[in-house]
């Protein structure tokens, strides 16, 4: 029988698809990690921002994007914002409604005629609008059975070391344990008469001593491979996601002198207990753009953080163009493509040159327009 699916498993199976970038796949992890048998994540996500070593932007985008995961409602950091996510799929999150969410004590007191005041309805109105609420799911992650209560057990342990650098052991409780009983297998050899039972017992003596060195070895690769991804990754572990190095399976394998298809078995499904969380091997790879000086690799995490900063600071009469920002890396020291921008730009949802600077053109139109109405004042306090 299939184990039943849990709320965590459907969370990451959506994760590995929504996100491309290592150090948003770390976060989105972290936060799914958190995230309680009804959905919800925990009010306050300060710390795991310093714990992963990420700004709060970049915590808050991971969140904005998890809160579009199935079912709807999920990863809401309070009940306001899980109803809100629920009303925004159904484009029922008009201001009224907004009104109605942002006041559920109001209505947990059954003062339906303070909140027909605030919502700016009549009674028709307000009674259909709480029928729609009740119909919502305030505890969305339920619907995933029982949550088997179940601690990730790392295969590997990273701790600061007194030195200042790193160490690395393997968790020996996930190894697996096998002993060859040489007395028992002596006792048994001298009562056998027949050379069949003599070879039997032979080989399976054989057979046992083969599989102890091959567990053995195993140990040694794992913790090999771990020891290289720590070494390469020493800025990840000191100052947090936005310093992942650029890294594949061979630079690994070459680093340690193993096929690239031993270091890609050992990695699969193996994680590591780290002082910023536990990751799976595999999201310390990332792809690297080479040097415009000729220097060191940049990992294509960096650029993306790079590109966004770029455009998160231009100015609306100064938008850049993908060329620009080329050319801007460039002189950074950063050798990128025109449709490498394009498509790392596309992955972070930002949109064109030209739709930027309609938008904030709009946007500027509007805050130069007539005084805000009641209607845009209560959005502005949406919940986020």
């Not at 771990?226 to 070459?254: C, M, S, W």
């Not at 753009?289 to 690799?297: L, M, V």
């Not at 966004?308 to 850049?320: M, R, V, W």
Request: hydrophobic share 40%.
């Amino acid at each position: 029988m299939a184990a039943e699916l849990t709320l965590a498993d459907h969370l990451a199976e959506q994760l590995a698809v929504a996100f491309s970038a290592p150090a948003q796949r770390m976060i989105g992890q972290y936060l799914i990690d958190l995230v309680d048998d009804a959905g919800y994540l925990p009010a306050d996500l300060g710390q795991a921002a310093e714990r992963l070593g990420a700004s709060q932007q970049a915590v808050d985008e991971v969140v904005a994007v998890l809160q579009k995961f199935d079912p709807p409602g999920v990863c809401a950091r309070n009940l306001s914002e899980c109803l809100a996510i629920q009303l925004r799929e159904l484009d029922r999150y008009d201001p009224a409604m907004q009104a109605l969410v942002e006041h559920l004590d109001l209505l947990a007191k059954r003062d339906i005629a303070g909140l027909r005041k605030l919502c700016g309805v009549d009674d028709e109105d307000i009674t259909d609008m709480i029928a729609e609420i009740r119909r919502l799911d305030p505890k969305p992650g339920l619907k995933f059975g029982a949550s088997r209560t179940q601690t990730m057990v790392p295969d590997v342990y990273v701790r600061p070391g007194p030195d200042g650098g790193w160490h690395v052991e393997l968790n020996s409780d996930t190894l697996p344990r096998v002993l060859v009983n040489q007395t028992y297998y002596s006792e048994l050899s001298k009562t056998i008469r027949k050379d069949g039972d003599k070879s039997y017992f032979t080989d399976c003596l054989q057979n046992a001593t083969w599989l102890v060195r091959a567990l053995d070895q195993r140990a040694r690769t794992i913790l090999k491979v771990a020891t290289e991804i720590v070494r390469q990754q020493d800025g990840f572990f000191t100052y947090g996601v936005a310093h992942l190095r650029p890294l594949n399976l061979k630079a690994v394998a070459d680093a340690i002198q193993m096929h690239e298809s031993t270091v890609s078995r050992v990695t699969a499904n193996k994680y590591m207990a780290t002082n910023r969380g536990s990751f799976e091997l595999k999201y310390f790879f990332t792809a690297s753009i080479a040097s415009a000086d000729g220097g060191e690799a940049h990992s294509a995490e960096a650029v993306r953080h790079h590109i966004k900063q770029l455009i998160d600071g231009e100015a609306p009469s100064a938008i850049l163009s993908d060329d620009t920002i080329v050319e801007r890396l460039r002189a950074s020291g950063i050798d990128i493509a025109r449709r490498t921008v394009a498509k790392y730009r596309e992955a972070m949802r930002i949109p064109s040159s030209v739709q930027r600077r309609r938008d904030k053109q709009s946007m500027l139109g509007n805050a130069l327009s007539a005084p805000a109405s009641s209607s845009d004042r209560s959005r502005d306090t949406a919940p986020v």
